[in-house]
């Protein structure tokens, strides 16, 4: 086959030649037409080939049995007369490309352009491998659509589809959700265990929400932790309430990575769309609205956007801006709570609580502008200076000879500090400076602290255990951690949760809890703090309990350094006499006496 394809050659030089009126070049010709980095063929009517040079071998994979270029390829016509009827067609075209879809020898898709030119009784056909070019149109198209991480919806995709839902929702007048979902302390398990980790868990995320909705609903990812669900054709909000709860539950599982168990939460926002006048921007603001809402109110949860939101976004902005300023400008200052031996009335610690003296708003409770100082970072250098401030305080109480030389200090750690992996020297670096004994600090951490990384928490916790300070459990009941790290953990103290404690001895349920965490409190050789106590009779009941320490309004309020150094006297007097007279009249509930 070879030789009678070369044997040809001069003929189809020559033709082509003449046909162009280029005898001058001839010369170059079969040069030209190998080195060329096109594949070209010369064919007649009936589709046998004349000549082929090296790159149209490449890419047909030539075999040198094959005399027909219809035999590479089975889409083209496979009959004489078909096959000159297609030939003739595509040669008058203009311009005159097609293209074919085939397998390779090793079964790779590759597309080919077939350019057919005509001269005289020949074919000239110019082929082009653009499996290379169609790969990457088609990357680019997937770069703009997908997320190359989880492969859901990317931003841009997402604000495409939900335009369409809205235009559709309007045209059919449909209720349409929107579900923005923001993942909790995502940024501390990045920062602290990698990106690798923190890639890992987003696509594991990623696939539980799609589990968690229909096949045609869109789910997005937008950017860092933060996705989207769009729910086309819902009947009311109810129906987006069981998507959020069906999430909710869904992330509640433990995630394994890469040898860690990591527990993760989410806030989710969202809007339902029943109105001709929405619009996509919107939409997307008023789900991020009610996704920040709640954040502030603790995280963990869902709701639903209402118009009394926009006005708490903007003071919200409103603080995150301030608090920037608060720090360098001394607005943060400590108040100071003491804690009370139930048995004996002695004042034995006091926990510095932060404040924020806004020049124009007064005092700002911590339950609004620490879940700012969270998500803005500033809680590392703030969470510093207050464990800072509250042992140098300490230390010159002491030394001013105000408090009894065994009275400690309580501080709350923040998730941040205890998964940034320098708590350990922080600390260290504090009881130096200030001289303070390790014994007389106490670090408080928050149950739901412990989830974003509960392996790396307890490791951290011990290395704090072996500088000397106690470590308290705060608001123990209302997190998530199991007894089976609870007996792991190297704490001292657990401190049941004002809430337990509020509508103590009335409420059945809550005076249960209450005996229920003192009992298995003690069972593990740890101490118990009662917060919020405010009346004799819950501390009568505590105390029937066993409880060893309260601290709460009945006591004192938490107050600046010089007021309660002022009043340490009247408030130690009040201790002393609320202990002695609950004594008097311990309270047993019927349902909890012993029999």
């Known amino acids: 086959m070879t030789k009678s394809l070369y044997s040809t050659t001069d003929t189809t030089y020559t033709s082509l030649a003449q046909s162009c009126d280029l005898n001058y070049v001839k010369p170059f010709l079969p040069y030209l037409l190998t080195a060329t980095d096109e594949g070209i063929l010369v064919i007649d009517i009936k589709g046998e080939i004349l000549f082929i040079n090296h790159r149209a071998k490449k890419i047909l994979g030539w075999r040198e049995n094959c005399r027909l270029i219809q035999q590479y390829w089975q889409k083209l016509p496979q009959t004489e007369e078909a096959f000159s009827t297609f030939v003739l067609h595509h040669a008058h075209q203009s311009p005159s490309q097609f293209e074919l879809t085939i397998n390779d020898k090793v079964g790779n898709k590759r597309t080919i352009s077939l350019q057919f030119a005509q001269q005289q009784t020949f074919f000239l056909v110019i082929l082009k491998d653009l499996t290379e070019q169609k790969q990457s149109a088609e990357l680019l198209h997937d770069l703009s659509q997908y997320d190359c991480l989880t ?7 997402f604000q495409e589809c939900l335009h369409k839902a809205v235009v559709r929702g309007q045209h059919w007048q449909r209720k349409l959700a929107l579900l923005l979902i923001d993942l909790d302390r995502f940024k501390n398990i990045n ?22 909705v229909r096949r045609g609903d869109t789910v997005a990812r937008l950017g860092g932790d933060e996705f989207a669900v769009i729910l086309e054709n819902i009947y009311d909000q109810n129906d987006a309430a069981l998507v959020a709860d069906k999430i909710i539950s869904g992330l509640a599982q433990p995630f394994e990575l890469q040898g860690r168990q990591l527990f993760v939460s989410a806030s989710i926002g969202i809007t339902v769309m029943d109105s001709v006048h929405a619009d996509t921007e919107t939409m997307i603001k008023q789900a991020d609205i009610a996704m920040y809402r709640v954040k502030d109110q603790g995280k963990n949860h869902y709701q639903f956007y209402d118009s009394n939101m926009s006005a708490l976004a903007e003071y919200r902005i409103h603080l995150e801006t301030s608090l920037y300023r608060a720090l360098h400008e001394h607005q943060l200052l400590l108040h100071y709570q003491p804690q009370v031996d139930v048995q004996t009335g002695d004042i034995i610690g006091l ?3 932060i404040r924020w003296q806004h020049p124009h708003e007064g005092i700002i409770g911590p339950n609004t502008f620490i879940p700012l100082l969270e998500e803005t970072g500033l809680i590392l250098p703030v969470g510093e200076w207050a464990l800072y401030s509250a042992c140098a305080q300490r230390q010159q109480w002491y030394q001013q000879r105000s408090l009894p030389p065994y009275t400690s200090i309580s501080v709350n750690l923040s998730v941040r500090q205890l998964l940034s992996g320098n708590i350990v020297n922080t600390v260290k670096k504090v009881l130096n400076a200030t001289g303070l004994a390790p014994q007389l600090l106490d670090l408080e951490i928050t149950e739901s602290m412990l989830m974003g990384d509960i392996k790396f928490a307890i490791k951290e916790l011990g290395h704090l255990k072996q500088l000397g300070v106690s470590i308290s459990m705060d608001d123990f009941g209302t997190g998530y951690s199991s007894l089976s790290y609870l007996k792991k953990l190297p704490i001292d103290t657990v401190k049941i949760d004002r809430s337990f404690i509020e509508d103590l001895p009335n409420d059945v349920d809550a005076a249960s809890i209450a005996r229920a965490i003192v009992g298995l409190a003690h069972s593990l050789g740890l101490n118990v703090i009662a917060e919020g106590v405010e009346n004799e009779r819950a501390l009568a009941f505590l105390k029937s309990l066993g409880c060893d320490y309260c601290q709460g309004y009945l006591f004192s309020p938490p107050m600046a350094a010089d007021e ?28 909890l006496q012993r029999t």
Do not use: W
Not at 151 to 157: E, G, I, K, W
Not at 191 to 212: F, K
């Open 151 to 157: 492969r859901l919806a990317n931003r841009s995709s």
């Open 351 to 353: 926990e510095a609580l």
């Open 564 to 591: 309660l150094l002022t009043k340490f006297s009247k408030i130690k007097h009040r201790a002393f006499i609320e202990s002695s007279l609950s004594t008097l009249h311990q309270y047993h509930p019927p349902f």
């Open 191 to 212: 920062d602290t265990l990698g990106h690798s980790i923190g890639d890992e868990l987003l696509q594991q995320v990623a696939t539980r929400l799609q589990y968690c």
